[in-house]
């Protein structure tokens, strides 16, 4: 059964800083590429960063760089996203995906069911 928990979301004040956390369990975790994307309300759900399951390059939304990193630990089954420098528009539920493309073209797809971040005073 596959799952991915996130956790470590929360309310914090703007400036601060939050390290969510999403553990995989049921597949090959260190062959699939992660990302975190977040949803605030009213909003589509966008990407925030993602990093690939071989090399771990990194890539990450204009909003968000040079303040959250995105990194993995394949022995851990654990994809980690740090966030310094917190703003209010940084509020929103974070979900985390993980996929991957096999080697027959079939794409497999999964979430978490996400953890709420709130920047607020």
């Known amino acids: 059964q596959v799952q991915l928990v996130e956790s470590g979301g929360g309310l914090v004040q703007p400036g601060g800083s939050l390290r969510l956390s999403c553990a995989a369990s049921g597949f090959i975790f260190s062959r699939y590429a992660m990302s975190w994307y977040r949803q605030a309300p009213g909003k589509e759900r966008e990407l925030v960063a993602s990093?690939?399951?071989?090399?771990?390059?990194?890539n990450y939304a204009d909003s968000v760089k040079g303040r959250f990193t995105i990194s993995r630990d394949n022995a851990k089954n654990t994809v980690y996203l740090q966030m310094n420098n917190l703003k209010p528009e940084d509020t929103a539920v974070y979900y985390c995906?993980?996929?991957?493309?096999?080697?027959?073209?079939?794409?497999?797809?999964?979430w978490g069911q996400g953890t709420q971040v709130t920047v607020s005073s």
């Open positions: 995906n993980a996929r991957w493309r096999s080697s027959g073209g079939y794409d497999y797809d999964y």
């Open positions: 990093i690939t399951s071989i090399g771990g390059r990194t």
